[in-house]
């Protein structure tokens, strides 16, 4: 009977863990197609609209706040739990608005940065999440936008210190592909 040489394992162990994650990953990937909507979204549902193209303006669907800045930026609203991508090339400047789900804590009204970026890691509050981007810093705390990656947008328990502002995934996606790093984020009350 020949001897498997130890070397022989941990390679064969290797080459299975990476078929086992390369089979998550493109299950994960179909997934993730599977997510995004395929129909318009419902008539309470926000403006959006892709470069080149005009949005659409559902009714009660707050307007840009005034004194929220100039030039491409990301406008975030502490009093309506909003965002709104904003890029004056664009016609009409508001590429997409939406709501989104506060983290417990808020920075201050201003301008900010993108600092940085993920595509996934856990969040404050423990839950994994995607399309991180983050722009501030509260008591030690970073700030940013993220989607749960089980696409739920619960309210933080405010006994935590979080700073996770929570969007939907498709949301997410879009701020994103919206705010690289050094992007303006412009916050008002």
């Given at each position: 009977?020949?001897?498997?040489?130890?070397?022989?394992?941990?390679?064969?162990?290797?080459?299975?863990?990476?078929?086992?994650?390369?089979?998550?990953?493109?299950?994960?990937?179909?997934?993730?197609?599977?997510?995004?909507?395929?129909?318009?979204?419902?008539?309470?549902?926000?403006?959006?609209?892709?470069?080149?193209?005009?949005?659409?303006?559902?009714?009660?669907?707050?307007?840009?706040?005034?004194?929220?800045?100039?030039?491409?930026?990301?406008?975030?609203?502490?009093?309506?739990?909003?965002?709104?991508?904003?890029?004056?090339?664009?016609?009409?400047?508001?590429?997409?608005?939406?709501?989104?789900?506060?983290?417990?804590?808020?920075?201050?009204?201003?301008?900010y940065q993108v600092f940085a970026r993920d595509t996934a890691l856990t969040g404050s509050d423990g839950r994994p999440i995607e399309h991180v981007v983050l722009f501030a810093r509260v008591s030690g705390t970073v700030v940013g936008f993220s989607a749960a990656v089980d696409g739920t947008t619960p309210k933080p328990d405010p006994k935590q210190r979080t700073g996770g502002i929570r969007e939907t995934r498709a949301d997410a996606k879009a701020l994103w592909d919206f705010a690289g790093l050094q992007s303006t984020v412009v916050v008002v009350r």
């Open positions: 009977m020949a001897k498997i040489g130890s070397g022989m394992v941990v390679t064969g162990l290797t080459l299975g863990a990476l078929a086992v994650v390369a089979a998550l990953a493109v299950q994960a990937n179909g997934t993730e197609r599977k997510a995004a909507p395929a129909s318009p979204p419902p008539p309470t549902a926000t403006t959006t609209a892709s470069p080149g193209a005009s949005a659409v303006k559902r009714p009660g669907t707050p307007a840009l706040p005034a004194d929220s800045g100039s030039g491409q930026r990301v406008v975030y609203s502490l009093d309506a739990d909003r965002v709104w991508l904003v890029d004056p090339a664009h016609k009409p400047q508001v590429v997409r608005t939406f709501t989104v789900q506060p983290s417990t804590l808020d920075p201050e009204p201003g301008s």
